[in-house]
Every structure is written in C-alpha cells, then in structure tokens.
C-alpha cells in the first residue's frame, strides 16, 4: 500500500463506503480509518467527516486488531466482512483466531457454507463448530437467509442420491422440500378454517 495522506485515505475511505460492491479490501480501507484517526484525534471526528457512526469506525479499525496472519487473509479478500472480522475478534486465542480464519476461508473460496463441510474444516482446526458456523453466517451477504439443519448420515445420502436422480443442486432439492411442505401445510390450514 503507498503511503497514505489525508486525501488520499478519505478517497479510499468515500469510495469504499458508499457503493454495495468496494473497490479495496477491507485492511486498506481499515489503514485508511487508523490515518485519519491519527489526523483527527478521535473515532467521532472521523465518523461526522466521514458520514458514519462512530461504531462503523470502530468495526473498520477492529480488523488492524486481527492476527497478522487473518489480516492477510482480508488483504487479498479470501475473507471480506467486517461482521466476520469482529466475530473473529471475538476469539482471544491467536491460534484459535487463526485456525477459523483459515477454516471460513476455505469454505468461502469453496464457495460453500454448507454445514459438513464447516464442521469437516473446524475438526482439524480445533475450533468449535458453533464458533466457526457463527462465524460463516455472520459472513453472509444481506438478504441471504441461512438455516444450519444437521442431518444423520441416512437421510443425507438419500438427500444427495435424489438430488442427483432430478439433477439438482442438493440444496434446491432441500429448498424444493420445505416450499412443498409450506404449501402442504397452508393447504391443511385452509381446510380447517374452512369447515
């Protein structure tokens, strides 16, 4: 990154905050929020030049806070959410930081959040499933609604053998399931109201 003056970090900062999609990953946006902090004095006078809360400075600068080793894993955007960023803060055990760091990586570059393949990840990272899976839905892009459902082993092959038998996507099947099941439900609803 080249050295950085105060207009230089608010045309980082303005590009990457005002648009859904940002330009610069988020330890260059995150040295950009520590130079005007060091200009400025405080978070506040950054934020009310800015245009942000106090607290969205703070969830930027947070990711300096991350493992030299995580922070590089924002750097070249294998992990990109702030949300992300503060649930790994969360974790004070630098290996333990590290191991979910690369673990939610991994599964974001598979470009899956499925269930097994986190908790497949977290076992050999030593990290608990409930962190690392806390962890991945926070990190998911908004209007995307995530439930984790565990299946036994039985129902999973018989899930992945029908799915492949309407060559579907295992998870269309699943979606295909529950909207049936809605509508199944609904249908019983109206029946009985309608006695």
Same mark, same amino acid.
């Given at each position: 990154?080249?050295?950085?003056? +105060?207009?230089?970090? %608010?045309?980082?900062?303005?590009?990457?905050?005002?648009?859904?999609?940002?330009?610069?990953?988020? !330890? =260059?946006?995150?040295?950009?929020? *520590?130079?005007?902090?060091? %200009?400025?004095?405080?978070?506040?006078? !950054?934020?009310?030049? !800015?245009?942000?809360?106090?607290?969205?400075?703070?969830?930027?600068?947070?990711?300096?806070?991350?493992?030299?080793?995580?922070?590089? %894993?924002?750097?070249?955007?294998?992990?990109?959410?702030?949300? =992300?960023?503060?649930?790994?803060?969360?974790?004070?055990? $630098?290996?333990?930081?590290?191991?979910?760091?690369?673990?939610?990586? @991994?599964?974001?570059?598979?470009? $899956?959040?499925? =269930?097994?393949?986190?908790?497949?990840? #977290?076992?050999?990272?030593?990290?608990?499933?409930? +962190?690392?899976?806390?962890? !991945?839905?926070?990190?998911?892009?908004?209007?995307?609604?995530?439930? /984790?459902?565990?299946? @036994?082993? *039985?129902?999973?092959?018989?899930?992945?053998?029908?799915?492949?038998?309407?060559?579907?996507?295992?998870? +269309?099947? #699943?979606? +295909?399931? /529950?909207?049936?099941? %809605?509508?199944?439900?609904?249908?019983?609803?109206?029946?009985?109201?309608?006695?």
């Amino acid at each position: 990154m080249k050295k950085l003056d +105060e207009n230089g970090a %608010l045309a980082i900062v303005f590009d990457n905050i005002r648009r859904k999609k940002r330009s610069d990953d988020l !330890v =260059t946006i995150a040295k950009s929020f *520590e130079h005007l902090f060091k %200009l400025y004095g405080s978070q506040k006078a !950054v934020a009310e030049k !800015v245009g942000l809360s106090p607290e969205m400075v703070r969830q930027f600068l947070a990711v300096l806070k991350l493992q030299k080793k995580v922070q590089k %894993l924002f750097s070249k955007r294998q992990i990109d959410s702030v949300d =992300t960023a503060k649930e790994l803060l969360a974790l004070k055990d $630098s290996a333990k930081q590290i191991k979910a760091a690369k673990a939610i990586s @991994d599964s974001l570059s598979k470009d $899956s959040k499925d =269930t097994r393949d986190i908790k497949r990840l #977290v076992r050999g990272s030593n990290v608990a499933v409930e +962190e690392a899976k806390k962890a !991945v839905l926070n990190a998911k892009p908004k209007g995307l609604h995530i439930f /984790v459902m565990d299946f @036994d082993d *039985e129902m999973y092959r018989a899930i992945m053998r029908q799915a492949k038998i309407l060559k579907i996507k295992p998870v +269309e099947l #699943v979606r +295909e399931i /529950v909207i049936d099941w %809605l509508k199944h439900k609904a249908r019983i609803k109206e029946k009985q109201g309608g006695c």
